[in-house]
């Protein structure tokens, strides 16, 4: 019997039998020896790009299988194994294929030039020309080879971290009265914007202990991942970790630093809301397990899941109805995993298969935050769809730092919809607090785990070790820098770094800052422009990473070179900080 509140994994592969049958078949077939020493030649440039397409789409259908399985139950070998496998495909392919952009790089600017220029090759156009620019930290075709037999091994700290903090994390049961609530990271979310403070106390400090209690091994784990980043950009000559990050998705540097410096010039914008959370919840102190309680209670929305996905739909008719087709398809046509199981990755996420359709993993809660994850995901998920369905394969994947961009502009434009309907003054002062809440913690949060790993890159590379006591010491000063005097410094906050997975993808958290600056200025747009905004906001959806991103974003009308959009998102955050105060 089917369940359909798990994802139809069968559309990429019906059995593991399907899936061993294709692994065998493209292990056979990575062999791209008939082509080195001759890329030279238009069509023989050709012809190598087009089998690395076709294997490439049959490697990423198999590693999306591999990890969908290991993520609904990380605790099944099958899962494990399928994972193991589809890297160790993936690093023979990457080593394979390592001559590749050694050898076009060692050609003549004319004829990369004529490469760029020739119809026949314009799926490469971007690339080339972004092979152009890092010519100077293309290595070796030993080297870069010797890199690609590595990416395994290198990539490890993630996974470690994976079964660390689904798998093995002692997070023990937490005393409600009589009864006992088993702690996950599902139910510490909800227990945390709960009503009930001594509940959110005990489960803080029973989480944060669990966190503690692996102190030694994550700080470990972390800094080893870390001086991994590192390697990587000395091993191909940047600066920094950082410009290789920004670099290798062909960011703007004006960009971050814009975002640094706006974000702390608006910090005390940041600390009167935190005054008025303070006096609103009646509190002498404020601690941090405070922080997430709505200031408005009882106006929860508390949706089964089917109400949940009618709402975010009808939140987002402004889209057309072509896009709510799409989320009809999606919920129809089970692209969505659900509910929270034992042994299931924590949180959320969407994954694109170029050659099916995408998925999304939820651990679907009864709260007004989960209402909302599903908005976000199934952003990202009809962003690659219309990416995928619009662009050629090499053109297809959208670069990370436009990724929290469409599932953004989700949030905000359901977010305004609640506000426009509402009727019951409780509810839009919740909605109000809800809006400032996905700004604190999308964009100024955000802000603050990006400042937290530029001093853990920036200590490795200063030659000096990354301890525990350090990273706790330093993730102590950022959370009262932030939040300033109105929470109670000190506490077991100081380890909340050690639970953030997105920091074993280095300076990625820094977008999801960019994206809601984005979103903020794309939804404004599509709700008073209409459909010339809405035309606009397709044209992005729909070119993949066809060009840099931030010149992509130009075409939904955001500017982010400009410091005007940051400061308009902080004037959101101040609008609604006044509207609440009034009601």
């Not at 059995?15 to 791209?32: A, G, L, N, T």
């Not at 971050?256 to 009167?272: D, F, G, Q, R």
């Not at 199981?341 to 999304?360: E, I, L, N, Q, W």
Request: charged share 30%; hydrophobic share 35%; aromatic share 12%.
């Amino acid at each position: 019997m089917i369940d359909k509140y798990s994802w139809a994994i069968e559309d990429i592969y019906d059995s593991v039998d399907k899936w061993d049958k294709e692994y065998k078949e493209v292990d056979e077939k990575i062999d791209f020896s008939e082509f080195k020493g001759k890329l030279g030649d238009a069509k023989t440039f050709l012809a190598c790009m087009k089998k690395q397409e076709e294997l490439g789409r049959k490697i990423e259908k198999l590693s999306v299988y591999a990890m969908m399985k290991h993520d609904v139950d990380t605790t099944d070998d099958l899962g494990d194994s399928l994972m193991a496998k589809s890297m160790s495909l993936s690093v023979k392919f990457s080593s394979a294929t390592a001559f590749v952009t050694p050898e076009l790089t060692s050609l003549d600017d004319k004829v990369l030039l004529n490469f760029i220029s020739d119809p026949t090759l314009k799926e490469y156009d971007y690339s080339l020309k972004g092979l152009m620019k890092e010519k100077q930290h293309v290595l070796s075709e030993a080297e870069e080879n010797l890199l690609a037999i590595s990416g395994e091994t290198l990539s490890s700290f993630r996974e470690i971290f994976t079964k660390i903090d689904n798998a093995d994390l002692p997070l023990k049961s937490v005393k409600d009265g009589d009864k006992k609530i088993p702690l996950s990271h599902g139910t510490y979310g909800v227990i945390m914007h709960g009503e009930d403070r001594e509940l959110r106390k005990k489960a803080f400090k029973s989480y944060y202990g669990s966190y503690k209690s692996l102190m030694n091994v994550i700080s470990a784990t972390y800094a080893g991942s870390v001086k991994k980043d590192v390697f990587m950009a000395r091993a191909k000559k940047y600066k920094s970790s950082l410009s290789r990050a920004l670099s290798g998705e062909d960011v703007d540097p004006v960009v971050y630093s814009n975002l640094i410096k706006s974000v702390n010039e608006a910090l005390p914008i940041l600390h009167e809301y935190m005054w008025e959370k303070k006096r609103l919840l009646g509190l002498d102190k404020m601690y941090p397990y405070d922080v997430y309680v709505p200031t408005t209670q009882n106006a929860e929305l508390k949706l089964e899941y089917e109400d949940a996905y009618k709402l975010v739909m009808e939140g987002l008719k402004p889209l057309g109805e072509e896009y709510v087709g799409l989320l009809k398809k999606a919920f129809d046509e089970r692209w969505i995993d659900v509910y929270e199981k034992k042994g299931k990755r924590s949180g959320a996420y969407s994954v694109a298969v170029f050659d099916t359709h995408p998925y999304v993993l939820l651990n679907y809660q009864k709260t007004t935050h989960d209402v909302f994850t599903i908005a976000h995901e199934m952003g990202h998920s009809i962003h690659s769809y219309f990416s995928n369905r619009t662009q050629p394969y090499f053109k297809a994947d959208y670069r990370i730092f436009v990724a929290e961009v469409a599932s953004t502009v989700n949030e905000v434009l359901l977010v305004k919809h609640l506000l426009k309907t509402a009727t019951d003054k409780k509810l839009k002062k919740y909605l109000l607090s809800y809006l400032m809440e996905m700004i604190r913690t999308t964009l100024f949060r955000q802000t603050q785990f990006a400042e937290f790993e530029e001093y853990s890159h920036n200590t490795v590379e200063s030659g000096e070790p990354l301890t525990k006591e350090g990273m706790c010491k330093k993730y102590e000063e950022l959370n009262f820098k932030y939040y300033g005097d109105a929470v109670e410094r000190g506490g077991d906050i100081k380890y909340e770094w050690a639970r953030i997975p997105h920091f074993y993808r280095a300076f990625y958290v820094y977008k999801y800052a960019t994206g809601i600056i984005s979103a903020l200025a794309i939804a404004n747009r599509i709700l008073t422009e209409g459909d010339e905004a809405t035309s606009d906001y397709f044209k992005f959806l729909s070119s993949g990473g066809s060009d840099s991103p931030v010149e992509l974003l130009k075409i939904a009308g955001v500017d982010l070179t400009d410091e005007k959009h940051f400061k308009s998102a902080f004037k959101v955050f101040e609008d609604a900080l006044k509207d609440f105060k009034n009601l």
